[in-house]
């Protein structure tokens, strides 16, 4: 019985094997070798005026000989033709198995409805004044350029280039507003990209190929920070009911210059599409203020409570080829939702603390936290440390009666969050004597000023020389 379980085990893996290396011949002659991909799955159409925009369901083939009007196309696998007009075959392909649509030829003839065809033998027809064959599987359901998951397709295919992205910017959602410095609420990205799909032989498409699949990674320091995006995937196309949620529509994407396409990298065309309003599942956004553990629909209520902190950010924005090729471009931009506010001062004197309070922010009220130590300041070198709840820029402190102080950080640029300063208060003098108030001003990268701190007096009494 032991044995028998694992010659099935085996059996199934040995399948399983082959059908990775499993593809389909080409439709031109020679049948082994590449040909020439002028155009992708996914691509935008909006050819002609007054037809409405659609995704192209196919791919476009040039023979490698490049006669382009006049070559000869064959089946890719035996099959039958299920439907025929003059500028079409339709034939369901059994042992793909598959639908493959044969558009732009001047059909043979000769050919039948219901007529069984032969791979590589039975002429089809000549590819028209259009120049190209237009190939399509399954109405546009599988990508017929083999995909890790799509396993059967055009075989061989190699693509020797990586994909290119050019750049990317930042859209308030469902607005025509830009955001060129600091990024709050949701945010749309647009990229421009494309794939010149270079194949062994130096046969390019320059910048009018689709890229196969692109998204967005968060990182601070180097290290991923909330969720990837990775919603645009070309490996079947989406209804063209949610073209727009794609490819930017204030773009003229028949027009567009050699720099590629524009993609809205943060909707979900695959999503069901609904009228724009909020519950429209497939225009979605990339929410800098999401609530930790929560959706993308939920906002924080308080800087701690955010997934994306208030602070720096390296948004990056990756497309890969069906190679598995990737080239990506990176912004640097400050996520800014909430202001900021001190989380603590403390004042030690030889690593005795003095005075030591926290405060937190519920969204309404700055609460007073922690340990409170506020205890009598004599004479001395005291070290003052201020920490705030993000990183700041233009910190500054005073002392009633002392001159201004200027605060240091060890923290890199755009990181600094703690602030040291050393405070010495003189001997032999009652002038600084009494309850003194501090005053902390500072700014965050976005430029906001920090939550007022209603009162942190502390009594000074220099007359009391050590504690
Ligand atoms: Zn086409």
Not at 49 to 69: M, S, T
Not at 160 to 187: C, H, K, N, Q
Not at 381 to 400: C, Q, R, W
Request: charged share 25%; proline share 6%.
């Amino acid at each position: 019985m032991k044995q028998i379980k694992t010659i099935t085990v085996s059996l199934i893996l040995l399948l399983i094997m082959s059908s990775i290396v499993w593809g389909y011949q080409w439709p031109f002659d020679p049948f082994d070798k590449q040909h020439v991909i002028t155009g992708t799955l996914g691509e935008p159409r909006p050819v002609e005026p007054a037809v409405p925009e659609r995704f192209h369901k196919g791919v476009d083939i040039v023979d490698r000989g490049l006669i382009g009007e006049g070559a000869e196309v064959y089946p890719v696998a035996d099959g039958t033709i299920r439907k025929i007009e003059t500028d079409y075959i339709i034939i369901y392909h059994g042992g793909i198995p598959a639908k493959i649509e044969y558009i732009h030829i001047v059909v043979d003839s000769k050919r039948r409805k219901n007529e069984e065809v032969t791979k590589g033998v039975t002429p089809l027809g000549k590819v028209d004044g259009k120049r190209h064959l237009h190939f399509e599987e399954e109405d546009g359901i599988r990508n017929p350029l083999r995909t890790p998951i799509g396993l059967i397709g055009l075989e061989p295919f190699i693509d020797r280039a990586d994909p290119m992205v050019s750049g990317f910017d930042f859209w308030i959602d469902r607005t025509t507003t830009e955001l060129p410095d600091e990024l709050y609420g949701r945010v749309d990205i647009r990229a421009d990209a494309f794939d010149p799909r270079t194949d062994k032989d130096g046969y390019a498409a320059g910048a009018r190929n689709s890229i196969y699949r692109i998204g967005a990674d968060f990182l601070q320091n180097g290290v991923a920070v909330g969720d990837s995006i990775e919603h645009i995937r070309f490996i079947s196309v989406p209804a063209d009911i949610n073209f727009p949620r794609i490819y930017d529509k204030e773009i003229d994407n028949d027009t567009h210059s050699d720099t590629g396409y524009y993609y809205w990298v943060t909707n979900n065309p695959f999503a069901p599409y609904s009228a724009p309003n909020p519950e429209d599942t497939s225009n979605i956004w990339w929410n800098t203020k999401q609530r930790i553990d929560c959706g993308i629909a939920d906002d924080a209520r308080i800087n701690s409570e955010a997934k994306y902190n208030d602070g720096q950010y390296t948004i990056r924005v990756t497309g890969f080829d069906i190679n598995a090729r990737s080239n990506f471009y990176e912004k640097v931009r400050v996520i800014d939702n909430f202001r900021p506010l001190v989380q603590k001062v403390t004042i030690t004197k030889d690593s005795e603390t003095k005075y030591d309070r926290g405060w937190t922010f519920d969204g309404t009220y700055l609460n007073s936290t922690g340990s409170s130590i506020n205890e009598l300041l004599g004479s001395g070198t005291y070290t003052i440390t201020i920490l705030f709840n993000e990183p700041v820029t233009g910190a500054a402190l005073s002392i009633d009666t002392f001159d201004s102080i200027t605060l240091t950080s060890s923290e890199p640029a755009n990181n600094q969050k703690t602030f040291t300063v050393t405070l010495n208060i003189p001997s032999g003098s009652s002038f600084h004597d009494g309850k003194r108030t501090m005053t902390i001003s500072a700014f965050d990268l976005a430029g906001n000023q920090i939550l007022q701190l209603t009162s942190s007096d502390t009594q000074i009494n220099p007359a009391i020389p050590d504690f």
